[in-house]
């Protein structure tokens, strides 16, 4: 809980600084809150860079270093806010003063490459066709004493909330030149509308020079779709044209959300006008990003619809002729994070073993047609990069490991050298870090399904004696298609684990785990009870046999999502484990059908809805083999978990309680598929492990 998080650098334009947002954690006061800090980019202390007791994040700097922007929540809800910055001294100048002023939010915010406008992102009422009317159907909600809602179509709640009946739209907030006093005319309908009736005084204190000019703020996406769709964070899904004329976007425009992951990309003139869609993948198309020079404009894109886990691919287009080429087509690892270092070349992450190493893709094909694409830093592998960006022949990315959270790097990147040595920039919990115990990820393989090579791995607790024996837990990822690796996180933590009453923790890659090709990760749709459990069970052969500092009677399972479902599984399956952790974990393949919200995740996993495949959701189901049910289980779910549906953790519970299993249920009312707030994390921490302890010490 003391420990800084560190999100992504933002590097200013001549190079000499990084500014960031970074989380503190109020224990006491259960609360996280984001404050922007800078540091040079040389590497040096960093410090805050605006002494506010406001929640501020995502910086950005126009496109001359002069200015700043980010979201704040100084106001409800929150808006994008602007300050002067003197880049001599890497400090913010003159007052910070609040730029929008849009009734719905304001959050996202880019700055056109000319610094005059800046593109944001609010959730508005999609028949509104002005502000005015946005603030009177929220006002109206918000006093009404009925609180009930009318579906009519599917996605009526998603993750962890039920809708408002809003989408997400793009605007542009045009005029901001100088960032100086305003009146702001808002209209959210169609591009260049600027009805009179809204205008409403700007309340931002005023700029360095006190005068009055206008900014007008067009909704640049209207219509009944997300701009951009739902994401969990990473790459922006929208991006500026470098000559400033034109915004690409995501949207999933062409179909419903709860049965298809398709998204496309598109483009629009940021003054209004035709749109025009410029994807044609069945499956996801998403975050576009301009090259320098503005001749070629790159995405990510799936060739599947209904599966989330298909390889990613780098596309890139010629924007004078359409031609659109696949980058990574032989390439077979899934792209992540990426960014333009020249318009030749384009640095991306991606998933590989357990790491996430940086990758050189040429968008130039070579005389055959082909294309390259080599590793950063061939000679170092073992890095988790994520968060790239392209800068001053410097790239700036977050890097993170197992035994420590998000830093900020960089490299050089030139035409003599492609990333030779990585240095880091931030430092923000080596102190801290310096005084605790932390043991390495140590990698095994061994033989599991189909006498297919599965990898593994494994940390040991602090002050690890070979001499002695440990007992184990057994941590199983979710996803399904998801990995365990050399990566920090602050809900599955392995090094806490381990040294939470000195166990050994050991975590596989089973088949449909992601990083070992697209073969691999298509290996476990249809077969949730297969192959992962065959390779989950051979792992724990591998240890048990391999380790003898591990005491094999005394081991407990613990997963969440569909390592909760797997989890639920081993129940039934075996009786090897001392107890188990089962958290949002799937029960009743049919029930979780039901009342899941992404219905192209079953429909994939399970090859269709119930009612046309039945047998294959009953043979994968846990519920049915309840009558083999003894292990020790804890139950942890959340009432907000919309993916996974509370109801099959009271599911689950119930039936351990009628077969007078030991059993104990954790229950959260205030929290969704993730245990986000600091005072509940606390509690599933202690409760999880006291539990382990409880039947393996």
Not at 358 to 387: F, I, M
Not at 413 to 429: C, D, I, L, R, W
Not at 678 to 688: A, D, E, G, I, M
């Amino acid at each position: 809980m003391k420990l800084k998080r560190v999100g992504a650098p933002v590097p200013s334009p001549d190079g000499k600084w990084v500014v960031f947002d970074c989380v503190d954690v109020d224990l006491e006061g259960n609360t996280r809150i984001s404050h922007l800090w800078i540091v040079p980019a040389s590497g040096a202390e960093s410090r805050r860079l605006n002494p506010t007791p406001n929640h501020e994040e995502r910086p950005r700097f126009s496109p001359d270093g002069k200015r700043l922007i980010w979201t704040s929540k100084a106001t409800d809800p929150t808006q994008i806010w602007m300050c002067d910055f003197d880049s001599n001294a890497g400090a913010l100048t003159g007052k910070p003063h609040q730029v929008t002023e849009i009734s719905t939010g304001a959050d996202g915010g880019i700055w056109s490459p000319d610094g005059k406008s800046i593109v944001f992102v609010s959730a508005v009422y999609p028949d509104c066709r002005d502000d005015a009317c946005n603030k009177q159907r929220d006002e109206e909600l918000k006093k009404s004493k009925v609180k009930a809602k009318i579906f009519s179509r599917l996605f009526y709640r998603h993750w962890s909330s039920f809708t408002e009946f809003k989408r997400s739209h793009l605007f542009v907030l045009d005029g901001n030149a100088r960032g100086e006093r305003s009146t702001d005319v808002s209209s959210v309908g169609p591009a260049g509308v600027s009805p009179a009736e809204s205008q409403t005084p700007d309340k931002m204190s005023g700029g360095p020079t006190g005068k009055m000019h206008v900014l007008q703020t067009r909704d640049l996406t209207p219509g009944d779709h997300d701009v951009p769709p739902f994401n969990l964070g990473g790459q922006d899904m929208y991006a500026i044209s470098p000559d400033g004329q034109e915004v690409a976007y995501t949207s999933n425009i062409d179909e419903v959300e709860a049965t298809s992951t398709n998204t496309e990309i598109f483009v629009v003139p940021i003054s209004g006008g035709t749109v025009r869609k410029i994807s044609t993948s069945p499956g996801a198309d998403t975050t576009p990003l301009y090259s320098p020079d503005g001749k070629y404009l790159a995405w990510r894109s799936q060739a599947r619809a209904g599966f989330e886990a298909d390889k990613w691919r780098l596309f890139v287009q010629d924007r004078q002729s359409g031609k659109t080429r696949d980058l990574t087509e032989t390439f077979d690892r899934s792209v992540g994070s990426f960014t333009w270092w020249a318009s030749g070349a384009i640095y991306f992450a991606c998933e590989d073993h357990g790491q996430a190493p940086v990758y050189v893709a040429t968008s130039e094909a070579r005389p055959d047609g082909s294309n390259t694409v080599v590793p950063l830093q061939p000679h170092s592998p073992e890095t988790h990069a994520d968060d790239l960006t392209w800068i001053a022949d410097t790239l700036f990315f977050s890097k993170i490991s197992i035994s420590a959270p998000n830093e900020l790097w960089k490299t050089a990147a030139n035409k003599t050298s492609h990333g030779q040595t990585f240095e880091p920039v931030t430092h923000m919990n080596d102190v801290l870090l310096s005084q605790i115990d932390m043991q390495p990820l140590e990698s095994f393989t061994f033989k599991g399904a189909n006498d297919e090579e599965v990898q593994g791995f494994m940390v040991k607790p602090p002050g690890f004696d070979p001499n002695k024996k440990y007992p184990l837990k057994f941590l199983i990822h979710g996803g399904p298609q998801g990995a365990w690796g050399n990566e920090w996180t602050y809900r599955w933590n392995a090094e806490l684990f381990a040294a939470s009453g000195n166990y050994v923790v050991v975590m596989i890659n089973f088949h449909g785990s992601t990083g070992y090709g697209q073969k691999f990760t298509d290996s476990i749709s249809g077969d949730w009870g297969g192959k992962p459990y065959v390779d989950l069970m051979k792992g724990l052969d591998y240890v048990e046999k391999t380790y003898p500092f591990i005491d094999k009677n005394r081991e407990a399972a613990l997963g969440a999502s569909y390592g909760g479902y797997m989890a639920n599984w081993i129940l039934g399956h075996t009786n090897r484990f001392k107890c188990i952790v089962s958290h949002d974990g799937m029960f009743n393949t049919e029930s979780a059908y039901g009342t899941t919200e992404e219905l192209w995740f079953p429909e994939w996993e399970f090859k269709g809805p119930p009612w046309k495949d039945r047998e294959m959701y009953r043979k994968v189901s846990p519920h049915l083999f309840a009558d083999k049910f003894k292990t020790p289980t804890l139950v942890v779910h959340g009432q907000n978990d919309y993916r996974l549906d509370v109801s099959e953790g009271f599911q689950l519970f119930t039936t351990l309680q009628r077969l007078k299993i030991p059993s104990k249920f954790l229950y959260f009312p205030d929290e969704g598929h993730w245990v986000l707030k600091p005072q509940n994390s606390r509690l599933w921490y202690k409760t999880v492990n006291d539990w382990v302890d409880q039947w393996c010490k």
